[in-house]
């Protein structure tokens, strides 16, 4: 193998692994899936109080019991085990929790999950092809936009709704559009030099 395929295997691994995308996640959804309606129609009493919420996660439908009070992120990374999503402040403050609700960027933990019903998420680890890094995640690794990564899927998935909504952002609509993501690590310049290079990967 040779040095360069080595360092982008390499770099594509660690960030795989850095960022806890779990690609095993999107896998376990149709078991889930069938456990939830098993308890739905075998232990009604048990789940008194509980609703089944249907949505659609990274293109997969899934059906989960959930109490009302239930958030979208602990049922992400609770229930279906999709633990690429952070939980950080847990008060809707700094953004380490952002997945995709129809496009449009959201704070897993200050949304409720019965109000993602039949609605589409897209988390961290919707966004790879396979084995293939998306091209904003692969801009986050060529630009070393992360430190410890913990805000990192956060901030991908900012950058990810941001490109959506301009595809050729200025530096300003960057800002913009991800000021409601905080990084301890103060990895901005680079985060910025990320959403721009992945403006410029998408635009290819
Ligand atoms: S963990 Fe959700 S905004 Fe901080
Ligand atoms: S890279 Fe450490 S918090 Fe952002």
Wanted: aromatic share 2%; with cysteine; glycine share 12%.
């Amino acid at each position: 193998m040779s040095d360069e395929k080595k360092a982008n295997d390499f770099s594509r691994r660690g960030f795989i692994k850095g960022v806890g995308a779990g690609i095993a996640g999107s896998c376990v959804l149709p078991a889930l899936e069938n456990a939830a309606v098993a308890q739905d129609g075998t232990g009604q009493k048990a789940h008194a109080g509980k609703e089944v919420l249907s949505l659609t996660v990274n293109g997969k439908p899934v059906r989960v019991l959930v109490e009302p009070k239930t958030t979208l992120v602990e049922v992400l990374r609770e229930h279906l085990q999709l633990t690429g999503t952070k939980l950080v402040c847990n008060k809707g403050t700094c953004g380490g929790c952002t997945v995709l609700l129809g496009g449009q960027a959201v704070y897993s933990c200050h949304m409720l999950a019965l109000d993602a019903a039949g609605q589409e998420v897209t988390t961290i680890e919707g966004l790879m092809t396979g084995e293939e890094l998306h091209p904003v995640q692969q801009a986050f690794v060529d630009k070393d936009g992360l430190q410890c990564g913990f805000c990192t899927p956060g901030q991908v998935m900012a950058a990810q709704a941001l490109l959506l909504k301009h595809p050729q952002p200025t530096r300003e609509q960057v800002l913009e559009g991800m000021s409601g993501n905080i990084c301890r690590c103060a990895a901005y310049p680079n985060i910025l030099a990320s959403a721009l290079a992945a403006a410029e990967k998408m635009r290819k």
